[in-house]
C-alpha cells in the first residue's frame, strides 16, 4: 500500500509541476523574467550532464564550462558554415562533445581528488584559448555572430515564450533519459564505483569503462546545452565558457541537490534568479548572493531536494504515527 500511496503522490507531484510549468508564460506575463527562465533551463542541462559524473560517480570536474562552449560552438559552426538546421546541428554537437568527454576521461583514469580537478580547470583554459586563437573558424574574441535560430515545421524559435516551450520540453526528455539511465544496472555501476573503486572492481563492475562512460554522457548534456544556447541567443563569445561558469554550474548542483534528478535543474533556477533580483543591492548584490549560497550549504547540506525529502520525511513520519495512536 505505501508503494502504491508512494507513486500516486509521485504522479501529483510531477502533474503539479508540468502543469506550473506550462501555465508559467501565462501568469508571469514578463519577458525578462521568461527569458532568465530560459537561460536556467539552459544551464539546467549542463549541471544534469555534470550530476551524471559528479553525483553518482564522485567525480569533480570544475572545466564542464569547456564542454558547454565546445558544444555551443560546434553546433554554431555546423549551421553556419554548412547550413546545417540547427536542430540537426545540436544532436551532432551532444554526440561530438561525447567522444570529447570519453577522450578526456581516458587519460584522467589514474586521476583523484584535487588532481583529476586540476586537469578539468586546464582543460577549460585549453579550449577558451583555442576558441581565441583560431580565428578564422571562430573569429576570435569576437565571437560568432548570426547563429540561426531553432525552427520547427517552418516556425523559428525567435521568442522569449516559444524557446521557454521547446526549453522545457527538451529539460523533461532529458530528465527522463537521465532518470532510466540512473535506475539501470549502468547507474547502479556508476554509483558503486562512487561508494568503493576497488570493492567495485571486485565485484566485477569495470571501473575504467564507467568513469570514461560518466564523462562521455555529462559531455554530451553539456554539448547539448551549448547547442541550444547558441541558437537561442545568435551569438556566443568564448569569454562566455570560462572556468567562473564551471564553478557556477558546481554551485547549481550543489544548492539543488547532489546525485538528484531534479536537483540540477532547482539549482540552476535559484542561482540564476538570484542574483537578477539581488540587482537592487547594487555593489553588495555578490556579497548577499554568496553567503545566502554560504548559509544554504552550511544549514541544507543535501540541497533544497535534500530539504524536501527531509520534510517529507518527518510529515510522513507524523501521519504514520498518528493513524498507529488511533489505531490502538
Not at 93 to 117: D, K
Not at 180 to 191: D, E, F, P
Amino acid at each position: 500500500m505505501r508503494g502504491v500511496r508512494h507513486k500516486s503522490k509521485s504522479a501529483w507531484l510531477i502533474a503539479g509541476v508540468a502543469a506550473a510549468a506550462l501555465l508559467l508564460p501565462i501568469i508571469a506575463r514578463n519577458e525578462y523574467f521568461i527569458h532568465l527562465m530560459v537561460m536556467a533551463l539552459v544551464y539546467g542541462i549542463v549541471a544534469m550532464g555534470l550530476n551524471i559524473l559528479t553525483g553518482y560517480t564522485g567525480k569533480l570536474s570544475l572545466g564542464h564550462a569547456g564542454f558547454f562552449g565546445l558544444g555551443a560552438y560546434v553546433s554554431a559552426l555546423l549551421s553556419i558554415k554548412l547550413g546545417v538546421p540547427a536542430l540537426v546541428s545540436i544532436v551532432i554537437a551532444g554526440v561530438v562533445l561525447f567522444f570529447m568527454g570519453v577522450l578526456l576521461g581516458l587519460p584522467t583514469l589514474r586521476l583523484e581528488g584535487h588532481y583529476l580537478s586540476i586537469v578539468t580547470i586546464g582543460f577549460n583554459e585549453v579550449i577558451i584559448l583555442v576558441l581565441i586563437n583560431m580565428r578564422s573558424l571562430t573569429r576570435g574574441p569576437g565571437g560568432l555572430r548570426g547563429i540561426p535560430p531553432i525552427s520547427i515545421g517552418g516556425f523559428e524559435l525567435v521568442s522569449d515564450v516559444s524557446q521557454y516551450y521547446f526549453a522545457v520540453i527538451l529539460v523533461a526528455i532529458l530528465l527522463w533519459l537521465k532518470s532510466k539511465l540512473v535506475k539501470s544496472h549502468v547507474g547502479l555501476a556508476l554509483r558503486a564505483v562512487m561508494d568503493g573503486e576497488v570493492a567495485s572492481e571486485a565485484c566485477g563492475v569495470n571501473v575504467a569503462y564507467y568513469r570514461v562512460f560518466a564523462f562521455g554522457i555529462s559531455a554530451m548534456y553539456a554539448g547539448i546545452g551549448g547547442g541550444v544556447l547558441a541558437h537561442f541567443l545568435n551569438y556566443i563569445s568564448p569569454y562566455s565558457f570560462q572556468s567562473p561558469e564551471s564553478f557556477a554550474l558546481l554551485g547549481m548542483l550543489v544548492v539543488g541537490g547532489i546525485g538528484t534528478l531534479a536537483g540540477p535543474i532547482i539549482g540552476s533556477i535559484i542561482m540564476t534568479l538570484l542574483p537578477e533580483y539581488l540587482r537592487a543591492f547594487a555593489d553588495f548584490r555578490l556579497i548577499i548572493n554568496a553567503v545566502l549560497t554560504i548559509v544554504l550549504l552550511i544549514k541544507v547540506p543535501g540541497g533544497i531536494v535534500g530539504l524536501f525529502k527531509s520534510l517529507a520525511g518527518r510529515i510522513g513520519r507524523r501521519s504514520s504515527d498518528g493513524l498507529d495512536t488511533a489505531g490502538r
